[in-house]
């Protein structure tokens, strides 16, 4: 069995069903876990492509520093636009 370069993994199609701690889609941060007694933190993105007629929708989970990055760069992006004109 031939041996890898550096910086290359491979996994098997299992990785997709494994069920375990879910992890931030942007950075790969473990999420915490819901707690009984305060407020979720995690962040939920919200991807839209189109091909044809067909939509597609994928609401990735993002931590909470990831998603008030994004948040603040979209936030700041659509001001520029409307200054712009």
Same mark, same amino acid.
């Given at each position: 069995? $031939?041996?890898? @370069?550096? /910086?290359? %993994?491979?996994? $098997?199609?299992? =990785?997709?069903?494994?069920?375990? !701690?879910?992890r931030c889609s942007v950075c790969s941060e473990?999420?915490?876990?819901?707690d009984e007694d305060g407020p979720e933190l995690?962040?939920? /993105?919200?991807? %839209?492509?189109?091909? /044809?007629?067909?939509?597609?929708?994928?609401? @990735?989970?993002?931590? @909470?520093?990831?998603? $008030?990055? =994004?948040? %603040?760069?979209?936030?700041?992006?659509?001001? =520029?636009?409307? !200054?712009? /004109?």
């Amino acid at each position: 069995m $031939s041996e890898l @370069p550096k /910086g290359f %993994v491979t996994a $098997s199609h299992a =990785i997709l069903f494994e069920e375990g !701690d879910e992890r931030c889609s942007v950075c790969s941060e473990l999420l915490e876990a819901e707690d009984e007694d305060g407020p979720e933190l995690r962040g939920r /993105g919200l991807l %839209v492509w189109a091909r /044809g007629e067909e939509r597609r929708y994928e609401e @990735p989970h993002l931590c @909470p520093s990831c998603a $008030s990055a =994004i948040g %603040v760069s979209a936030l700041q992006r659509w001001e =520029i636009e409307e !200054d712009e /004109g």
